[in-house]
């Protein structure tokens, strides 16, 4: 290196010594050395796998997806049984990640919107309360929080003879005595240590009509929107659009509803033999998988709204009330476009994080791809085509993903010229 | 001219007056922080509600109803649960923590040669406190001991079989030492690779480039828990037959290839926020490309993403968690494992035991960004972005 | 990138130069000196740690006879705890040289996991268990449509249980974990009302619960689950030391061969066969062509004593577990337990 210093390599210099001195000739040299060591490397591994495998006689091959699994699994969001294959297996286990995936992550970001927010709030006492809840749930380890919210809450609740009766509390309980009235809004839905148990609709015949309402609904609002928009444009008057899609979409399958004759029933939970039956069961391993997720990365999407905020100058703000544009449109129409900007970019990985960390579900037993896959590589001994399986899939989710948001993040940038 | 008469214009100036009352001293502050507007005051109404809800119940199960110390479950359950507390009774039950405290710090260290892990801790404390004062001599003797010094030290400390210390294998390791080793390894490995990686991925060398994208991509993209199977469960079939690596160094292995992938990705940050005139400057100078690098950009852009190299920190410190699914009983393991030891099974000991294990993972990751923001202050020259 | 491919390289160089591959396990576990044997991460009475960090229980017992014959000192082991996950694993890998922790017997674990199995020390079948005091009237495994059952993921015991309710036109919720002790510590919260593995397994698990007298272990056996240890294909004499191990240790049962006496009996017995198989017989070759020294079954006797006197003390009437013989009687008395004769 030092003999770099004293002269200056190029194309001019044509001694003999300059060759290995040639930045070019030097990278080439270098490169040739990495993908000879590389290929080395990954040829000495092929080698010792084939080796190993059939020393030990392991069969190996993508053959075993179409064999009969053999295992239950305790949540399936398509028809599954222990007569299905191991690919079904995999596809449940696929769709309960995504399932875990997708709630966790509507639910993060409403609570980390909202705990953003509130750290910026005037109000002290909210900014305390949401700066506590951020330093405490980023410092601990996720798979922390999801043991302590099913080994220390949901397993300590009562068993399914004495369930709790989920409602709205009308009073709370202080060391002063208590506020409000002791007693509760019941739905029918049931809290035991196997779940969170709540009604089921049954649509009966006639139901389709209720459907018809939403989607006359859904349309009549974009209708709505778009002559709402025209108007505006023409003569500047505006129109409550949202007001209006709100109560066209409730209220157009509503009418439906009582036309049709009510017909839907509700299934309510209620004691069998060994648990409550009917309704829907939400397992406490989903439970407190997609809570632990939710409330972990909130934590960190708070931070990024805050920062998000506050990056876009107080002289926007300003100059919004100067114009006299009030509160309210100030925040939707000026501040959130330009924050969303900053905010895109780190919340699409806390996102992928989360869809990440959803794989911790092994820990607790919840069947999601990882876990489905142990299963799989033990009853099967296919170690390598199982790991490759969840490389792929996961690898997918995240490219997918990233160029999804690399797409929106471009669109919203535009929107800045 | 005209003649003022002057007589009921004030000769000396009036002294200010207090402001009123609800301008000043507490009731402003009440005023301005909590009641302002309408939709202020129902916030407060509603943190103040949140606040009754929460904190008492929490104090009073955390330390008046808590139990410090007992011989055995009998303290930490009701009656009914074959106990000796009264019927409703709910408190933490740190007499549990107490007993096992032992065991969450060294695992199954054996008895005897638990002075060997204290020796280690002593000696990591002792030089990692002048490490990080920034005022402290002998900046660079102390670096280097830490960072060359203490692994060696530590590795025949805490594995022996030689100079007649005995062999402890790492299967008894556990705890919080499991904990630390693995997030110390991880740091120190992870933090070299990860400038390679940086490098190589901003290198105009297509290949090394390639490569380089490929393993940060990658790794990147799937979950540790997958990356911990491999290299539990993988590893070993990729290695020719009989040699074995120990299960500690692969989860080890593990950790470090996951976190120097995310290093990575912060370095590459600051290498591309470092001004092209940089570079250049130093190429006018008739540096070379490691003597650029080491000494011009890569003080500057390690200085610039210090936030981003803690926070990797932090994640790989909570990361070292999930070595608990793979089989190995670190500081959350070992709390684990320890809820089924029927001499100590109540309902109360799972909370207990993972509001312990939560406070000590808290201290170090809180730890670890409040120096970084501290060092973030003190270094900061005017790059600020 | 480059430097790190170099480091990787050098790294893998030097770790295949330290620990030199070979395929004959007797001869690495002498030069090493102490057998590793990979075990249950803690099942009272087959497997689990004391408080003083020793391993001690049935399939220790069987770890330390396979030391005893190879390296005369049956405390020259190295205890790896597996879960159901990594036992195989570590098998394969070379990672353990002897798998005791109670594995059933399959086809395919004999075939496509290319293991070889020892032998069985433990004949078992798969049962169910159920809190008594919560679910009463409940006396057989007929009645749990509907139940939610903790059954361990990855084991031959979770697909007997898919295949008895399928046969049965009975429902159930499967509460599946990978680790022993999260089952465990599921059926103790009460997330499920079965909880379902061998029956061995349930009489030990039941020990380690709160309130073991609230349990009871249905009739029901829905399996044969021969457990046996299990040996990396491909090393005959490996497998021919820890199948004669075995073997040694119930013949020693049926001739009366005990840890007190073995000494004595070595010395002066005149019964032919027990001077044979104690390696007193003139120019007998029978350890020898093992592998072993010629007093190999002395020194297995004398360290952890013969098959009933290991029972009986880890899980038998010697122990908390109490586990009758059953089918694990000699077959002289009404078991199956028949071991080939040494000579």
Same mark, same amino acid.
Request: proline share 5%.
């Given at each position: 290196m030092a003999t770099d210093s004293t002269h200056l390599p190029g194309p #001019?210099?044509?001694?003999?010594?300059? #060759?290995?001195?040639?930045?070019?000739v030097r990278s080439i040299i270098a490169q040739v050395v990495l993908v000879v060591l590389l290929a080395l490397f990954i040829w000495w591994i092929v080698g010792n796998t084939t080796d190993n495998l059939r020393r030990q006689n392991i069969a190996s091959g993508f053959g075993f997806l179409d064999a009969r699994a053999g295992f239950d699994v305790a949540q399936s969001l398509i028809p599954y049984g222990s007569n299905s294959l191991y690919r079904q297996a995999f596809l449940v286990g696929l769709l309960n990640t995504l399932l875990?995936?997708?709630?966790?992550?509507?639910?993060?970001?409403?609570?980390? /919107?909202?705990?953003?927010?509130?750290?910026?709030?005037?109000?002290?006492?909210?900014?305390?309360?949401?700066?506590?809840?951020?330093?405490?749930?980023?410092?601990?380890? +996720?798979?922390?929080?999801? /043991?302590?919210?099913?080994?220390?809450?949901?397993? #300590?609740?009562?068993?399914?003879?004495?369930?709790?009766?989920?409602?709205?509390?009308?009073?709370?309980?202080?060391? /002063?005595?208590?506020i409000g009235w002791d007693d509760t809004i019941g739905f029918n839905a049931w809290l035991n240590n196997r779940g969170f148990f709540i009604p089921r609709p049954v649509f009966n015949e006639g139901s389709w009509l209720i459907l018809a309402g939403l989607i006359a609904g859904l349309v009549m609002s974009v209708l709505v929107y778009r002559w709402a928009r025209a108007r505006q444009m023409a003569t500047g008057e505006q129109f409550p659009v949202l007001r209006t899609s709100i109560l066209l979409i409730l209220g157009l399958p509503l009418? #439906?509803?009582?036309?049709?004759?009510? +017909?839907?029933?509700?299934?309510? +939970?209620?004691?069998?033999?060994?648990?409550?039956?009917?309704?829907?069961q939400v397992k406490p391993e989903f439970l407190s998988l997609y809570l632990a997720l939710s409330l972990y990365t909130a934590s960190f999407i708070a931070e990024i709204v805050r920062a998000g905020i506050l990056g876009v100058s107080r002289g926007q703000t300003e100059a919004a009330y100067a114009l006299g544009v009030r509160a309210g449109p100030t925040l939707r129409l000026i501040i959130i476009p330009q924050a969303m900007r900053i905010i895109i970019p780190p919340l699409t990985s806390q996102y992928l994080n989360l869809t990440k960390n959803s794989s911790l579900a092994v820990a607790i037993g919840y069947p999601d791809l990882v876990q489905i896959g142990q299963t799989a590589m033990n009853q099967s001994g296919q170690a390598i085509e199982v790991v490759a399986i969840w490389m792929v899939v996961y690898l997918t989710i995240s490219l997918t993903t990233s160029v999804f948001m690399n797409w929106f993040n471009n669109r919203m940038s535009l929107v800045e010229r | 001219m005209q003649e003022h008469d002057m007589t009921f214009v004030r000769a000396e100036m009036i002294n200010a007056q207090t402001a009123p009352v609800s301008e000043r001293g507490v009731l402003r502050w009440l005023r301005t922080n909590l009641l302002s507007t309408p939709l202020d005051i129902v916030l407060t109404v509603i943190g103040v509600l949140l606040v009754i809800a929460f904190v008492p119940p929490l104090l009073n199960w955390a330390f008046i109803d808590a139990q410090w110390t007992g011989p055995d479950r009998s303290v930490c359950a009701t009656i009914a649960q074959g106990g000796v507390q009264p019927e409703g009774w709910s408190g933490a039950c740190w007499a549990f923590v107490n007993s096992k405290f032992e065991q969450f710090m060294y695992g199954r260290y054996s008895f005897d040669e638990r002075w060997r892990v204290n020796l280690v801790a002593a000696i990591f404390v002792l030089l990692f406190i002048p490490l990080l004062m920034p005022n402290a001599p002998y900046k660079a003797l102390n670096a280097v001991l830490f960072f060359f010094g203490v692994p060696v030290i530590a590795f025949f400390l805490l594995v022996g079989g030689y100079f007649g210390l005995p062999y402890v294998p790492t299967q008894q390791w556990g705890g919080l030492l499991v904990t630390l080793v693995i997030s110390f390894v991880g740091i120190a490995v992870s933090l070299p690779m990860g400038i390679v990686l940086a490098l190589g991925r901003r290198s105009k060398m297509p290949i090394v480039k390639m490569v380089c994208v490929v393993f940060i991509e990658i790794v990147r993209g799937v979950p540790l828990?997958?990356?911990?199977?491999?290299?539990?469960?993988?590893?070993?079939?990729?290695?020719?037959?009989?040699?074995?690596?120990?299960?500690?160094?692969?989860?080890?292995?593990?950790?470090?290839?996951?976190?120097?992938?995310?290093?990575?990705?912060?370095?590459?940050?600051?290498?591309?926020?470092?001004?092209?005139?940089?570079?250049?400057?130093?190429?006018?100078?008739?540096?070379?490309?490691?003597?650029?690098?080491?000494?011009?950009v890569l003080p500057q852009a390690l200085k610039l993403v210090i936030p981003g190299i803690v926070n990797t920190f932090i994640g790989l410190f909570k990361d070292t968690s999930l070595v608990y699914i793979i089989g190995m009983f670190d500081l959350l393991g070992i709390v684990r494992q320890n809820f089924s030891d029927a001499t100590w099974a109540s309902p109360q000991t799972p909370m207990s035991g993972l509001i312990f294990a939560g406070f000590v993972f808290w201290i170090f990751c809180f730890g670890m960004s409040r120096y970084s923001i501290y060092m973030e202050r003190r270094l900061d020259t005017g790059h600020s972005r | 990138m480059k430097n790190l491919v170099k480091l990787l390289v050098g790294a893998g160089v030097l770790a295949a130069a330290s620990s030199v591959a070979s395929a004959a396990t007797l001869d690495d576990v002498k030069s090493r000196g102490t057998l590793r044997c990979g075990v249950n991460t803690g099942l009272a009475g087959f497997a689990s740690p004391n408080n003083q960090g020793q391993w001690t229980g049935f399939d220790v017992d069987l770890c330390r006879a396979v030391a005893a014959a190879v390296l005369g000192d049956p405390d020259k082991v190295n205890y790896t705890p597996t879960n159901a996950t990594e036992r195989f694993t570590a098998l394969q890998s070379g990672e353990i040289?002897?798998?005791? %922790?109670?594995?059933?017997?399959?086809?395919? %674990?004999?075939?496509?996991?290319?293991?070889?199995?020892?032998?069985v020390n433990y004949y078992d079948g798969q049962g169910f268990m159920i809190n008594a005091k919560n679910l009463e009237g409940i006396t057989s495994a007929l009645q749990l449509s509907g139940a939610s059952v903790c059954v361990q993921g990855g084991t031959t015991t979770e697909l007997n249980l898919a295949d008895y309710f399928r046969a049965n036109n009975m429902e159930y919720n499967p509460v599946v974990f990978q680790a022993l002790e999260e089952v465990n510590a599921a059926y103790e919260s009460g997330r499920c009302d079965v909880y379902t593995t061998d029956q061995s397994g349930l009489y030990s698990i039941r020990l380690q619960l709160a309130a073991p007298d609230d349990h009871v272990v249905l009739p029901e056996i829905i399996s044969k689950e021969p457990l046996g240890? &299990?040996? %990396?294909?491909?090393?005959?004499?490996?497998?021919?030391?820890?199948?004669?191990?075995?073997? &040694?240790m119930i013949i020693a049962e049926e001739l009366g061969i005990t840890q007190?006496?073995?000494?004595?009996? &070595?010395?002066?017995?005149?019964?032919?066969?027990?001077? %044979?198989?104690?390696?007193?017989?003139?120019g007998s070759t029978l350890g020898a062509d093992l592998g072993l020294p010629n007093d190999w079954v002395v020194n297995i006797i004398k360290g952890v004593g013969n098959y009933g006197e290991v029972f009986e003390r880890n899980i038998g009437s010697g122990s908390p577990l109490k586990i009758a013989r059953g089918l694990n009687a000699l077959w002289s008395k009404g078991g199956i337990m028949y071991a080939p004769p040494i000579r």
């Open positions: #001019a210099a044509t001694s003999r010594s300059s #060759a290995l001195n040639n930045p070019q875990v995936a997708v709630t966790g992550i509507i639910t993060a970001s409403i609570i980390g /919107f909202l705990v953003g927010v509130g750290r910026l709030s005037r109000n002290w006492l909210i900014r305390q309360i949401c700066m506590v809840y951020v330093e405490v749930f980023r410092n601990i380890p +996720p798979l922390l929080v999801i /043991f302590f919210i099913y080994l220390g809450v949901l397993s #300590a609740l009562p068993g399914a003879r004495d369930s709790l009766e989920v409602g709205i509390p009308l009073g709370i309980q202080t060391p /002063f005595g208590l009418l #439906a509803y009582f036309l049709a004759g009510m +017909p839907v029933d509700v299934d309510v +939970p209620v004691k069998g033999n060994f648990n409550l039956t009917g309704g829907v | 828990v997958t990356v911990l199977f491999m290299a539990s469960v993988m590893l070993p079939l990729f290695l020719p037959a009989g040699m074995t690596f120990d299960r500690l160094l692969r989860a080890l292995v593990g950790v470090a290839l996951f976190a120097s992938a995310y290093m990575a990705e912060v370095i590459r940050g600051g290498l591309q926020a470092i001004p092209k005139g940089q570079y250049e400057g130093a190429d006018s100078l008739g540096l070379g490309y490691w003597q650029k690098m080491i000494l011009i | 040289d002897l798998l005791a %922790r109670n594995t059933t017997w399959t086809l395919s %674990r004999d075939t496509k996991l290319g293991f070889n199995f020892a032998g240890p &299990a040996v %990396r294909q491909g090393d005959d004499q490996w497998l021919d030391i820890v199948k004669w191990t075995l073997n &040694a007190a006496n073995v000494e004595e009996m &070595a010395n002066t017995s005149t019964n032919p066969e027990v001077r %044979r198989i104690l390696g007193k017989e003139e």
